[in-house]
């Protein structure tokens, strides 16, 4: 079956530690988006791509870094400069920039500093 | 800019009690409209959707109607069971955009 796949599920983190999550695709779809989700808040956007090689910086991008170098496979890393890291990272696609079409989730990795 | 606001949760409901859980929003144009639903310790997952005014999505049972004239895309479900329990999150999508989310709404149902 297509879908989304993030890992780890769950990942701890050393203050001063880069970290990266995986999110890979299988639904052909083109365009992939990272959200951060606090407990109880709504989703605030990371970074997004719609075509590899190219993404924008969404609302939060301070402290994360990504890359698209392939349409299946979108990481995001947290950087040292992340001063809050500590949260559940949702990956998403959609097939297309028509307004139609919904995105599909990934089943989220929770990151917590130690 | 694009904003979506939801109905402040939690909301508590009996099974089988009816649901309403209110949304609105502000965009140029004539985005398309979603509903996602968001079971603990999961991602979202699409639950329906209306691409233009007077449509309706329907799906398990949950229904929302995309009101032009109210800028409101209200879901609503006749019969709610505990396995309903979940956050809903309602979200516009414009022409050629990303998406804009709400702050998502928390639903309760109690045997």
């Known amino acids: 079956d297509g879908g989304i796949t993030q890992s780890p599920k769950y990942l701890f983190r050393k203050e001063g530690q880069n970290v990266t999550l995986s999110c890979e695709q299988n639904l052909n779809h083109d365009a992939m988006y990272w959200y951060r989700q606090d407990p109880g808040q709504g989703l605030r956007l990371i970074y997004y791509s719609q075509i590899v090689n190219d993404f924008q910086k969404g609302d939060i991008a301070e402290g994360y870094s990504v890359s698209r170098e392939k349409k299946e496979s979108f990481p995001l890393t947290v950087t040292s400069a992340q001063k809050n890291p500590t949260a559940f990272y949702l990956c998403?696609?959609?097939?297309?920039?028509?307004?139609?079409?919904?995105?599909?989730f990934g089943s989220g990795t929770r990151l917590t500093v130690v | 800019g694009n904003s979506v606001t939801q109905m402040e949760g939690p909301v508590t409901l009996s099974e089988e009690a009816f649901l309403t859980i209110n949304c609105t929003y502000t965009?140029?144009?004539?985005?398309?409209l979603f509903w996602y639903v968001q079971y603990p310790g999961e991602g979202l997952q699409l639950l329906l959707k209306a691409t233009k005014a007077d449509d309706k999505g329907s799906n398990k049972g949950f229904e929302a109607t995309y009101r032009k004239e109210t800028t409101s895309f209200h879901l609503e479900k006749g019969s709610v069971q505990v396995s309903d329990s979940a956050v809903y999150f309602c979200?516009?999508?414009?022409?050629?955009?990303?998406?804009?989310f709400g702050d998502g709404t928390t639903l309760t149902v109690k045997p």
């Open positions: 998403a696609s959609s097939i297309s920039q028509s307004p139609d079409y919904g995105y599909t």
């Open positions: 965009a140029t144009g004539y985005p398309s």
């Open positions: 979200a516009l999508r414009p022409n050629a955009g990303k998406s804009t």
